[in-house]
């Protein structure tokens, strides 16, 4: 029996394809970064953008468990930017 896609699997379809570019130019911001600031926030936008693809791959597959490892992730990502902000301010402020 085929498998019958509908708008919604090929827009997800779509937004990963758009995703996964932004990542790899995120990858080269990562790896020619000027400065450890530069570095953090591409680190920072390939984790975000790592949520999209799970969201999208969730919304494909109709898997909602993926939506709680998203979740999870995105806790975590903020909890590192804080971090980093926290010790970069006090760095520059020495």
Request: charge should be positive.
């Given at each position: 029996m085929?498998?019958?896609?509908?708008?919604?699997?090929?827009a997800a379809l779509?937004?990963?394809?758009?995703?996964?570019?932004?990542?790899?130019?995120?990858?080269?911001?990562?790896?020619?970064g000027p400065g450890l600031p530069d570095r953090v926030v591409a680190v920072d936008?390939?984790?975000?953008?790592a949520l999209g693809?799970?969201?999208?791959?969730?919304i494909l597959t109709g898997q909602p468990v993926f939506l709680n490892a998203a979740a999870t992730?995105?806790?975590i990502v903020f909890l590192?930017?804080?971090a980093f902000a926290r010790y970069f301010e006090?760095?520059?402020?020495k």
């Amino acid at each position: 029996m085929p498998v019958e896609f509908s708008l919604i699997h090929y827009a997800a379809l779509i937004a990963i394809f758009i995703i996964l570019s932004g990542m790899f130019l995120a990858f080269y911001r990562l790896v020619r970064g000027p400065g450890l600031p530069d570095r953090v926030v591409a680190v920072d936008l390939v984790t975000t953008l790592a949520l999209g693809i799970i969201i999208a791959y969730a919304i494909l597959t109709g898997q909602p468990v993926f939506l709680n490892a998203a979740a999870t992730l995105a806790v975590i990502v903020f909890l590192g930017t804080v971090a980093f902000a926290r010790y970069f301010e006090k760095r520059v402020t020495k």
